[in-house]
Structures are given as C-alpha cells and as structure tokens.
C-alpha cells in the first residue's frame, strides 16, 4: 500500500504509507526504473501495416540491437543492460529485446532520447518510457497503489485563495477549510503551519499549486522557524506551467509541486477531484493503480492508459512510447462509409408533450465488450469474416484485450448505480454518486480515445468499427419504437426521444425497450419521463440544434424562481455555460420556470422585463455580472480589440498575465469604449455596468426559451418596447 512516493535526485525512493499511528517511510536505495527497446516497427506490422504480423524469427538480440547495447553500455544514465524476452504488441510472441535499467527516473527518457538519435530513423522501438513516476514506482515493485483505508480515513487540509490575487500580499487572502488564515503574510504562514502540525493532513488540497513556493517563499521572509508542508523539509516542482491544443481547445496547465509525505491536489488543475470527489478519487486509484497525487492532475485518458497499461502487463505486452501502427488500406468507399460518426434524427423544433427519453447504457463501452472491439482483433488477418455493418471488417474470436479492461468498469457502474436506488442512507449515496461518477467519465472516452492519434494502444479502425455498429443500433431502435406506435422526436448516438403517435395504438415502451435490450445485446433504458419537452432551434435557421433543449421531468415539484434544480433538464442553453454571468442564468432560470406554467412567450418577457428594470436601477450587484472565457492565446496575438483582449491587457496593468488555456473574468463597463476601460476586473471595485450589454445578453438567453414557439429577438424586443410603453402611459395616466 503507498500513500504517495517521493524521489530523491541520488536515485533513491521514499516511499509512504499509512499506518494505525500514522505513517510508515521507507527508503527504497537504488530503484532503477526500466525501459525496453526492440524491433523496427517495419518489423512489427510490415512496411504497409500488414493485417499480420510476422517479425523474423531469432533466438538472440538483432545485429542492430547489439550494436546499440554497446554502445549504451558504461554510459552514466545506464545502469545494467540485459536481454530479455517479451511481447511487443498484443499479436506477437515474446522474442528477445534489450532490457536497459536506468541510473535515476529521469534517465529514462535521456536515454530514450540518445536511442531515438543512433543508427538509422526509427531503428528502434521504445518502450514503458513515459509512464508516470509514482505509477511506474508501484508497477515495478508490485505495490498497490491504493493507500489502504480500512487503515484509518485520510485526513485533508484546503488551503484556499483568490486566483486574481498574486505576491506575497495575497496571503492575507488566504483561508484554510474556509477559515482566514491572517491579516499579515506572516500571520498567514503561521497559521498554515499550526494547521498542519495539528491536524497532520495525509492530503493537502490548494486552490492553487503556486501556493506551495509562495507559502515557502513567505515563511523565509518573515522568519517562520521550521516551516512545512510535508512530512520532511522542503517542496519539489514536478513540471512547469504549459499550453497545450487538444481537438482545436487551447488548454493550460499550471505548474505542479509535491511535498515529502503528503499528497498534493491542486483544484486549479484536477477534472477528478471536481467530478467525483475525494472518495471517487481513491474508488479510481484502487481500480486504475494509479497514485491519489498522479490521479487527482491526470487527464481522463492518462487514468484509461493506466487500466490498459495493468492488462497490457498482465499479457506480457510492453507498453510502446509512440503510437507507431501505420493504418490499414482502405478502399476510397470504406474510407467514407468509416468516417461518418455517429447516428443523429434531427429535433422536431417546438414543444412535445408527453415526451420519453431511452439511453442505451454506457453504449460505447458495451459495443466494444460485446462485439469483442480491441486493437488486436478488428481486422486481425487470421479471421475471414465480415463482422462490422457497413465496413466489412474482420473481428477475431480471440477475446481482446480492451473488453478485460471495460467489463470490470461496466459492471461496477451499474452495480453501483443499483445500490444507490436502493440505499436509505445520505452519506453512503454519496460516496456511492462519486464512485459511479469517476467510472463514468472513463467508460465515456474510451471510444474517443481509441481515434487518438497519440493513444498508446489505440486504433482508428477500432474507432470507426464502434461507430459504425452504435449507427446500426439506433437506427434499428428507431424502427422498433415506430412500428410500436410511438413517434421520434429526436435521436443524438445513444439517446432516443419519443412521444405517442397521434394516430395510433402503442405499446408499452417498457416490452419495446426489453425487446431492443435483446436483440442488440446493449440494455435500453427507460431514463427520463416529461411532462413536455422543448427543441430549440439554431440560431438564424428553422433547423433543429442538436444540443439545445430543455423540459421538464414529471413527478417533479413544479421548480420555484432561481430553483430550477432537477425538475427542468437543460442542455446546451445558457445556463449551462460556463461563460455566462450569474445574472444571465437568473434571468433564464427564472423564465423557465414561468415558462413551465404557462408555455406562454409573453409571460416570460415579462419576467425578463422585471430583471432588467432592476438592471437599468442598478440594482444587480457586480458579482453577478462578471463573465468568465477560456483565452486562446496571448493579449497581442489577438488581431481584434475584444472584450478579451481588453480584460486580458486590464490584469497585465495590474501585474498579473494569463496564459493562454486560462479563464479570464470581468465585468463589462462600457462595451463599446476603448482599451482597458471596457472592462473591470472582479477584485476590483465598481458599482458601473454595462447595461445595454447585459440586456443584449439577457435578451439572447430568453430567445433560446421562446424560440421553440416561434418568437425571435425582434419580436422579444419589440415585447419589450411596447411593455415599457404600456407602463409608462399606466405611470403618467396616474399622475
């Protein structure tokens, strides 16, 4: 069992795990991490990515690997070179390849550099290189990554500030589980390290991990005796800050720190610890292997490699540190049958009564178990079969790999979801909703993953074989719901929308659905009953948007102002955007909710009307405006002076750059000024707004709710002028 591991620059490892009283640390002298280098992938998959592979026979190391052990050998970053055999991909036997233990883990990609560079492009073959330390740690030493809570329950401490804050003034911000730290920066640096002899955390949550340098940085300042995080002296900066592009998103990620003995969460750079909490964070470390500190900044496919490093493992298959598998031929016609994504029945635009949502359960993921979808059997060349629909391609009946490493997830989500409808108790719903939570977000990337260029065993005609069967299977659910009388109002991959054919007779949705479950293998379930349900359109077109609309589920208590909760499901609207200004989604809410009532667009004009005549008194406080944005990239790249790039060039003058990947939030003051003075800041004191552009932007979120009924901007604007006019005749006729 590990709590986290630490490593130091002589090469030796401390490990630290839970104990009754505490802690136990063990020194681990002379860990030596391991890589492996073989064959040419000319060698592996042939020159044209043969359907076979066949590498040439041999009983010892190649020419070329020899040549390379001799020259690797007595170099400082290497410290022992053997032969060994072993697997280099899921469909080739063991044959032997170099064994190279490294001097230190950060030899190890020095040395995979060096490879990369002798004798002729891709010679060689490398593998388990870029595995995460703590990872590779609990691999190699067959340590369980789980820290073991049967022990006792991990004890945290959050150290919270504002992220506009910066220098050491910030630390009179600071907060420890919500509680003011102090009024001085040394007041501040005393009172962390009170907290954390007191309560000796086990984690140590920050809102951000620029606080650990900060927090040192301060105690040398003001001469705080012994000041530390961690269970020994000082901190180590793991990586620095960088900006990355993923699927046309420009991303950021901050800069990571650890401390001896203690786990470090950073919340500015953790999906897992926001999506399930720290309970689904150690649910996952247990069933991944990967340490609590490595899982809480790991992105969803670094968790999904994880699972599929364990199983490659478990085969004896080597984990390569390229995607190196050329693509197979395809003629030009199964390359456009193969890319064409999955199945989408445009929305109905309007509002339907008496609406039905069915889902196939984790359909993706049951599509590869049950279809047997693995990089090694789509397309296998030992199989002469035409199993994918439209495409033709071969699945070997040899179990795959990827199905061993799903199965597990599938089943335990839906155990798990079957225990939360059946437990009475608050708290271990909870626990149970993070559990499922962190399982869920794995079982929805593994199909994505599979058409990632850089997936380690990932495979685009794995990808385009999914695709292709989850088309088949909707539309074979469209056609079985029909002919039983209902009719489809929208379909988008997995989720089918209908509703009672006018016309006709139906069946019970609950037979048709069995039946469905039956033919394909894959549960439909019956998730979600409406009283009604709205299809938004696009905007300046009459055609259905695939992913804007918004209903309201029956049983539920008719959802007061602001409360929309769980009574009324939305999606793709407003308020379900991250950039959008509180007010903004008040304003939405609320309209829903009256909308719920009455189904009525000249009602909810009027309670757009009564927000925005609070606004125009000023009585929205600022808080509630500002506006939050991803920026894609520096200040002076931009070629147009946005509101962006004037909020962007505010924080600069006040001492503080964002990176691109980062969220900048303001509040709007005067839309259309010049220069930093369109916009204000958070932190930065004003009662002004914008008003117009905030009534542009309120007016835009009620459009998306009287769309569906056939109302546009103008005519909510027009509402609006005659209201105003209305009322201030009504005013002036009083006096």
Same mark, same amino acid.
């Given at each position: ?147 073991? +809570? ?98 046309? +998103? ?185 559990? !499922? ?122 959802? !007061? ?156 604007? +027009? ?17």
């Amino acid at each position: 069992m590990v709590l986290t591991v630490d490593f130091r620059s002589s090469g030796d490892v401390v490990h630290w795990a839970l104990t009754d009283d505490g802690v136990a640390r063990t020194v681990h002298e002379g860990y030596t991490p391991t890589l492996f280098v073989g064959d040419t992938v000319r060698n592996l998959y042939g020159r044209r990515g043969g359907s076979t592979p066949t590498p040439p026979d041999r009983d010892g190391l190649s020419d070329s690997l020899l040549e390379l052990r001799t020259v690797l050998s007595g170099q400082d970053a290497v410290a022992d070179i053997q032969c060994e055999s072993h697997r280099q991909t899921f469909r080739t036997d063991p044959r032997p390849i170099l064994r190279i233990d490294a001097a230190s883990i950060d030899a190890v990609r020095r040395i995979a550099q060096r490879i990369q560079q002798f004798n002729h492009p891709a010679e060689y073959t490398c593998y388990n290189v870029d595995i995460t330390r703590q990872f590779r740690y609990c691999l190699e030493t067959d340590t369980s990554a789980n820290p073991d +809570q049967s022990v006792r329950s991990l004890r945290s401490l959050t150290l919270s500030i504002p992220a506009h804050k910066s220098g050491h003034a910030s630390l009179t911000h600071l907060t420890i589980d919500g509680d003011a730290a102090g009024p001085t920066p040394e007041a501040a640096v005393n009172a962390v390290d009170r907290s954390v002899r007191e309560r000796d955390p086990d984690v140590i949550v920050v809102s951000t991990a620029d606080l650990i340098p900060l927090l040192f940085e301060a105690a040398d300042t003001h001469d705080v005796p012994h000041f530390e995080l961690g269970r020994a002296s000082g901190y180590t900066k793991l990586a620095g800050e960088s900006t990355y592009t993923s699927y046309g +998103q420009v991303g950021h990620s901050p800069a990571r720190y650890t401390v001896p003995g203690r786990v470090v969460i950073d919340e500015s750079n953790t999906f897992f610890y926001h999506e399930a909490g720290l309970a689904g964070c150690l649910d996952l470390v247990d069933r991944a292997g990967l340490p609590l500190e490595e899982l809480g900044w790991a992105s969803i496919g670094r968790v999904l490699t994880a699972l599929q490093i364990r199983a490659a493992r478990d085969r004896d298959v080597l984990v390569p540190w390229q995607a190196w598998r050329p693509e197979l031929f395809k003629p030009a016609a199964t390359l456009d049958a193969a890319d064409r994504g999955g199945t989408t029945f445009a929305p109905a635009v309007g509002v339907h009564e008496d609406v039905h949502e069915l889902d196939f359960a984790s359909l993706y993921p049951n599509i590869i178990r049950t279809r047997n979808i693995s990089p090694e059997t789509v397309r296998c060349g030992c199989c002469d079969s035409d199993d994918v629909p439209d495409l033709g391609y071969s699945i070997c009946e040899t179990d795959g790999y990827l199905p061993t490493v799903l199965g597990p997830l599938i089943d335990a989500r839906s155990s798990i979801k079957d225990q939360i409808e059946e437990t009475t108790d608050n708290a271990e719903r909870e626990r149970l909703e993070s559990d !499922s939570s962190a399982i869920k977000w794995i079982l929805v990337s593994c199909f994505g993953y599979q058409g990632f260029s850089n997936a380690k065993f990932g495979r685009i005609e794995c990808h385009e074989a999914i695709n292709a069967f989850a088309r088949e299977i909707l539309l074979d659910a469209k056609t079985a719901l029909e002919d039983a009388g209902w009719r489809v109002l929208h379909g988008i991959v997995d989720s089918i929308w209908v509703t009672p054919a006018s016309d006709r007779d139906q069946r019970s949705l609950a037979t048709v659905a069995a039946e469905v479950s039956d033919e394909v293998g894959i549960t439909l379930e019956h998730e979600s009953e409406f009283d009604w349900v709205a299809f938004c359109p696009m905007r300046n077109s009459e055609s259905g948007a695939l992913t804007r609309y918004f209903g309201k589920r029956r049983h539920e208590d008719r959802p !007061s102002a602001g409360e929309v909760g769980d009574a009324i499901k939305t999606r793709g609207i407003e308020a379900r955007q991250r950039s959008t200004p509180p007010w903004v989604t008040t304003v939405q809410e609320d309209a829903l909710c009256v909308f719920d009532e009455t189904r009525s667009p000249d009602a909810v004009c009027d309670v757009l009307h009564r927000h925005l005549t609070a606004l125009r008194r000023g009585d929205v406080a600022t808080d509630d405006l500002v506006v939050a944005n991803r920026v894609s990239k520096r200040a002076d790249a931009y070629t147009q002076e946005t509101l962006i790039v004037a909020a962007l060039r505010r924080a600069q003058h006040h001492g503080t750059s964002l990176a691109p990947g980062q969220t900048i939030r303001y509040v709007v003051v005067s839309a259309d000024g010049h220069g930093i003075d369109r916009v204000r800041l958070p932190f930065e004191e004003t009662q002004s707004y914008d008003v117009d552009w905030y009534e542009d932007a309120a007016i835009r979120a009620i459009e998306s709710i009287v769309s569906c009924v056939g109302w546009e901007n103008e005519d909510i604007r +027009q509402y609006l002028a005659d209201t105003t006019e209305t009322t201030l005749e009504s005013y002036l006729g009083g006096e």
